[in-house]
């Protein structure tokens, strides 16, 4: 298994706080992801990163935000949290090489996040 | 954007029997397409994946194929066992060369049942 962290891996907050989760990658891949897992909707983009301070926004960013300060680790900030926000978050990571190689992502374990 | 159709999304199969998913993708510039498998309460974990510059691929029991000019892409698992039963999500991304964009797209999941 790639070597991928996430921190915590079950957490249970009120609507409104902010909530931090964290990704940590020993595989020095350039690539980091994050991904929200629901019922009927499969796997969905949050954020992802391409570099140290490189970031863009995937399918459903709204109400999130990521930071990228070290090529290791990838943090997801839900700023006020909601209960639409109730998820199974997996970060995942990919060398990012381009067609030829290096274009498998691997996910770390999941963070259980319950909103109430 | 790119958008990833999976069907069924659930299948019942006999042990020994084949079962076979399938996913169409709408952006033709698409070039990558891995499958993934989720046990309940595990991480998605690459099973096979498939470029655009060949038709099909092979995995011991496993095999995907690939119609550009249709947009489609399909599993098929043979000699089915009982530990096959599990969430298999199809993808799509269209990798570049440097890996500017390597972002992945889901399916919804097929969730797959061989009974012993």
């Known amino acids: 298994d790639a070597g991928i962290t996430q921190s915590p891996r079950h957490k249970v907050t009120e609507t409104g706080t902010p909530v931090t989760l964290r990704c940590h990658q020993t595989?020095?891949?350039?690539?980091m992801y994050w991904y929200r897992q629901d019922p009927g909707h499969g796997l969905r983009l949050i954020h992802y990163?391409?570099?140290?301070?490189?970031?863009d926004k995937g399918e459903v960013s709204d109400g999130y935000s990521v930071s990228r300060s070290k090529t290791e680790d990838f943090l997801l900030t839900l700023e006020s949290a909601t209960s639409s926000q109730t998820s199974v978050y997996f970060c995942a990571i990919s060398e990012g090489r381009g067609l030829a190689s290096g274009n498998t992502i691997y996910f770390g374990e999941g963070s259980w996040l319950t909103v109430v | 954007g790119e958008n990833v159709e999976q069907h069924p999304s659930t299948l019942s199969v006999q042990e020994g029997d084949s079962a076979v998913i399938k996913c169409t993708y709408s952006?033709?510039?698409?070039?990558?397409f891995p499958w993934y498998k989720q046990e309940l309460g595990k991480r998605p974990q690459l099973i096979i994946d498939?470029?655009?510059?060949?038709g099909e691929k092979k995995d011991q029991r496993i095999a995907v194929t690939l119609n550009k000019t249709a947009k489609h892409f399909s599993l098929h698992i043979t000699e089915t066992q009982p530990e096959d039963s599990a969430v298999y999500f199809c993808a799509a991304s269209k990798g570049s060369k440097g890996g500017a964009t390597n972002k992945l797209i889901f399916g919804t999941g097929t969730l797959l049942a061989v009974q012993p």
């Open positions: 990163s391409y570099g140290v301070k490189d970031t």
């Open positions: 498939i470029r655009s510059n060949v």
């Open positions: 595989e020095n891949h350039r690539y």
């Open positions: 952006d033709s510039a698409s070039n990558y």
